[in-house]
């Protein structure tokens, strides 16, 4: 698989930077990494993921999820999970192309197949599926625009559509098709994720959450456990801990500030938390990131 993908490595090397570079194309961002030793909390948004070069494993629930160049990733609402990235054979880097979802151009899409009855719970929110040599010649034409700009606001949503109807056409259509539809379970879900997210270093309110999906208590936890593999208080510790990390990564404040910043009553839950989800207090984790981040082997 990786010889039919050299031309799309070398458009996204071309363009993109180390880290993750938000690409001139609406929607479309490009990875570029090296390998990491042990798993690391991350945020899926609701996206396609397609991976260029080397692999990744991704913990959801206990399940581990391994995908590399001859599979794609949909992932239909945002996720905290935990990942890992292998650089490909010889060192080279990981290399993927992530396309963030739009709901309304999947539903104009959807709306002009043939009308498909689904069944109403999609189940969990991610999934990975082979990739196939429509996928792939139309990812490379989305990419190819990223070396004549001008043709970019006319031909980028036109190869955007194409690859959104190929994947509604595929093993994941259904979810994809829940997706497009607001009034669903998943649509509902996804405003709860929605809520959280802009609520998240406040106190949870269930009673807020069911109204901001439009569902009873039982058939808000029901459903989002079954999508998420998380409670929503699980799904909101998730994303404070993630904010946390970043917040003492990126500056100087102590502890104790950042556990308050992020909605925490109680410094010393923080870092009981903080323990159990980074496998290290604090300190010594962010002590730990700054050293491997200035290594020279992880440039």
Not at 27 to 41: D, F, H, K, Y
Not at 70 to 83: C, E, F, K, N
Not at 139 to 159: Q, Y
Not at 173 to 192: D, N, T
Request: glycine share 6%.
């Amino acid at each position: 698989m990786t010889e039919h993908l050299q031309p799309h490595i070398d458009l996204a090397l071309r363009h993109a930077r180390s880290g993750m570079t938000v690409t001139p194309i609406q929607r479309l961002e490009i990875g570029v990494g090296q390998a990491i030793s042990g798993t690391a909390p991350c945020l899926y948004r609701s996206m396609i993921c397609f991976i260029l070069q080397g692999s990744k494993d991704v913990v959801i629930h206990d399940t581990l999820l391994r995908y590399d160049s001859a599979q794609y990733l949909v992932s239909a609402l945002d996720l905290p999970l935990s990942g890992q990235i292998h650089d490909a054979d010889g060192g080279r880097p990981y290399v993927a192309v992530s396309l963030v979802l739009d709901p309304a151009v999947l539903a104009e899409i959807a709306s002009t197949m043939p009308p498909v009855r689904d069944a109403d719970a999609p189940g969990i929110g991610i999934a990975i599926n082979p990739m196939t040599p429509p996928l792939r010649d139309t990812l490379l034409r989305l990419l190819a625009l990223l070396d004549t700009p001008a043709d970019i606001p006319v031909l980028a949503p036109m190869a955007e559509r194409e690859l959104l109807y190929r994947l509604l056409q595929g093993p994941q259509g259904r979810l994809l098709r829940h997706i497009a539809q607001p009034e669903g379970a998943l649509g509902r879900i996804r405003r709860a994720v929605e809520w959280i997210r802009d609520n998240q270093n406040g106190r949870l309110r269930i009673e807020a959450l069911c109204d901001a999906s439009g569902m009873s208590r039982a058939s808000l936890h029901r459903h989002f456990v079954a999508l998420t593999g998380l409670s929503p208080i699980q799904y909101q510790k998730q994303l404070r801990l993630q904010e946390a990390r970043q917040l003492l990564l990126s500056g100087d404040r102590t502890a104790s500030d950042v556990a308050f910043a992020v909605g925490y009553e109680s410094a010393s839950q923080f870092s009981r938390e903080y323990l159990r989800q980074f496998g290290a207090p604090p300190v010594r984790d962010i002590r730990q990131l700054r050293q491997t981040i200035s290594s020279p082997a992880a440039a």
